[in-house]
T-cell receptor, first 113, second 113 residues
Framework: DTEVTQTPKHLVMGMTNKKSLKCEQH?????MYWYKQKAKKPPELMFV???????INESVPSRFSPECPNSSLLNLHLHALQPEDSALYLC????????????FGQGTRLTVV | QQQVKQSPQSLIVQKGGISIINCAYE??????FPWYQQFPGKGPALLIA?????SEKKEGRFTISFNKSAKQFSLHIMDSQPGDSATYFC????????????FGKGTKLTVNP
């Protein structure tokens, strides 16, 4: 099983809403990542968790709050987002940090209205 | 020095032809070079990857050529098919460290039937 599962696939939220994105993998990977991808651009790294601890925060605004409840799950809590935060949010995982053979999920298409 | 420069930005190839995408890097510490394939609305999928101890790696119709002295690597897609139409990203990182994947800007490949 080389699958990273993200839910929901699509999300529309208002600027005052609170929502969460979820990511799950059962490959025994100990590094998990959140990326943001705008149209026609490469993915941009947001956060890295290694062994359930936050290792890298790429200076992401506090309206994005990651959480890693256990080694298989990764959440991204969203609050007070702006329309420019609309993007495809991708979760990825790899066996260990240092993203060799990183597997990406299908992404959550987020629209902020 | 952290950049990976990818060309061309877009590529149109006839069915059965060879598609070639090139990438160049500056950081000599990079030691892992993956290629990702991304279809519209989907997450990137790891296609093939190479480490600098080999000059070429082939998997089916996909071949990576690596030139360490020139700090360049390329993806060749033989017998290109319409189903190969996607955006391709090259990337680079240092294996095992805390360095993130550095992506090229992507190449949109269209294979005409």
């Amino acid at each position: 099983d080389t699958e990273v599962t993200q839910t929901p696939k699509h999300l529309v939220m208002g600027m005052t809403n609170k929502k969460s994105l979820k990511c799950e993998q059962h490959m025994g990977h100990r590094a998990m990542y959140w990326y943001k991808q705008k149209a026609k651009k490469p993915p941009e790294l947001m956060f890295v968790y290694s062994y359930e601890k936050l290792s890298i925060n790429e200076s992401v605004p506090s309206r994005f709050s990651p959480e890693c409840p256990n080694s298989s799950l990764l959440n991204l809590h969203l609050h007070a987002l702006q329309p420019e935060d609309s993007a495809l949010y991708l979760c990825a995982s790899s066996r260990r940090m240092g993203p060799t053979e990183a597997f990406f999920g299908q992404g959550t298409r987020l629209t902020v209205v | 020095q952290q950049q990976v420069k990818q060309s061309p930005q877009s590529l149109i190839v006839q069915k059965g032809g060879i598609s070639i995408i090139n990438c160049a890097y500056e950081n000599t510490a990079f030691d892992y070079f993956p290629w990702y394939q991304q279809f519209p609305g989907k997450g990137p999928a790891l296609l093939i990857a190479i480490r600098p101890d080999v000059s070429e790696k082939k998997e089916g119709r996909f071949t990576i050529s690596f030139n360490k002295s020139a700090k360049q690597f390329s993806l060749h897609i033989m017998d290109s098919q319409p189903g190969d139409s996607a955006t391709y990203f090259c990337a680079a990182s240092t294996e095992g460290g805390s360095e993130k994947l550095v992506f090229g800007k992507g190449t949109k490949l269209t294979v005409n039937p």
